[in-house]
Structure formats: structure tokens, C-alpha cells
């Protein structure tokens, strides 16, 4: 346990450097033993001193983590984006409703713990080889999908033996926080300079910045929506 509570200490600093905020209440453990009872979970120590704490945490900076195994959501620069961790709090962040969601949607041996915002998972090993792992899971490659689309070779396969669409983030969950940057602001003047230079035109400049725009204000209302709940 002091080993387990040196590492959170070391992860807790980090994450104050990046700019969380606590969770809005501390959680009863009673809550978290009936969810690992529910479901049939184990979380590591330092995962459950995480989520009692930081559970629906919001980040002051736009953070981004980098992962071991890239995919396609991977940046150029080797970064996945970061939406936010689950928590104890009712709405779309909830912890156990997300369990419940991807329950048939991903194998028994991983979690979801957080999401990057456009509907991928952060998922936390609980069983055998995984035990303590992070994983992300593409939505867009979901083998239920394939069913769907009568893709034959996926006949057959159970989603517990799927993993065609899932990603190694990290060996552990220390090392995941670890791997969190704060992502660098990029101002409008280097993106107009960079337009030039590749000869782009003012119509295709115009409809980027617009979406640029979009986002900004769409991240920025998600965010103050969690800081009002």
C-alpha cells in the first residue's frame, strides 16, 4: 500500500501540473465495492485512489497522452486526444453507465475509464495478461459493426476474441498519466503562414479556421458544463 500510495502522490503532482480539478465530492468505497461486485471487477489500488479522488476531473489545459501502439486517431506528433475520465456523478461521464453501455462492445477483459471526446475508450486491463494495462478502443473497427455489414470472416468470433481494434496505451495506469502533454496552442498567424505557404486557397482557409473555431467553442461549452455540475 505505501508503495501504491507513493506512486498516486507522484501521479497526483503531475496531474496538478496539467491542470486538473477534483472531482466535485469524494466517493464512498461502498459504491466502488458494489460496481466491482456488480460487474465482476477488480480495479488496482492505484486505479480506485484515482477515481475516488479525480473521478469526472476536468483539465484546465487541452491535454493529449501518447500511446505505445498507434492507430488511426493517432497525431503526426505521436499524440491521442483526451476527452475526460469517468466518475461517480450521473450523466454521460458516469462510470457505471459506460461499463454497462460497451458491456456486449468490448471483451470482458477490459473497462472503460474515459473517452477522447469522439467516441473512442480508455480502457483498464481487470483479468489475466491485462491486469492493469491501458487500452484504447477504435469505435469505428467494433466488431459488431462487422456483423452488421455481414463481413463473413468475422462469423463466429466472439468479442472477447476481438482485439483487431484495440491499442496499447500503457503498461500500467501510472504510466498513462505519465504520458500526458499539454497540448501546444497553435496561434491563428502560424496557421495562415502555413496556408500560404502551401498555396492554399482563401475559400478552403476560410472553411478551417471556421471549424477550428467550432470546436474551440464546443470543447470550451463541454467544459464549463462540467464545472457547473
Known sequence: MTMTNDSFNEIEKYLIELGISSGADSYSEEELIRLEEKYEIDFLEIYKIFVFKYGNSTFENDVRYRPLKQSHWTGKDGLNAFGSFFGFEEGADNLEENIKRYYD???????????????????????????????????????????????????????????????????????????????EIVNESDIDSKIVSEKMSDNFMAMMLAAKAELEAKEKNRKEKKKEN
Open 105 to 183: 462492445r468490448i471483451p470482458n477483459s477490459i473497462v472503460p475509464i474515459a473517452d477522447d471526446g469522439v467516441g473512442n475508450l480508455i480502457c483498464i486491463g481487470i483479468k489475466g495478461n491485462h491486469i492493469g494495462k491501458i487500452y484504447f478502443w477504435d469505435h469505428e473497427n467494433e466488431i459488431t459493426a462487422k456483423v452488421m455489414l455481414n463481413e463473413k470472416e468475422y462469423v463466429g468470433v466472439s468479442v472477447d476474441d476481438y482485439w483487431e481494434n484495440i491499442f496499447l496505451i500503457a503498461e500500467s495506469f501510472f504510466d498513462f498519466i505519465k504520458s500526458f502533454e499539454i497540448e
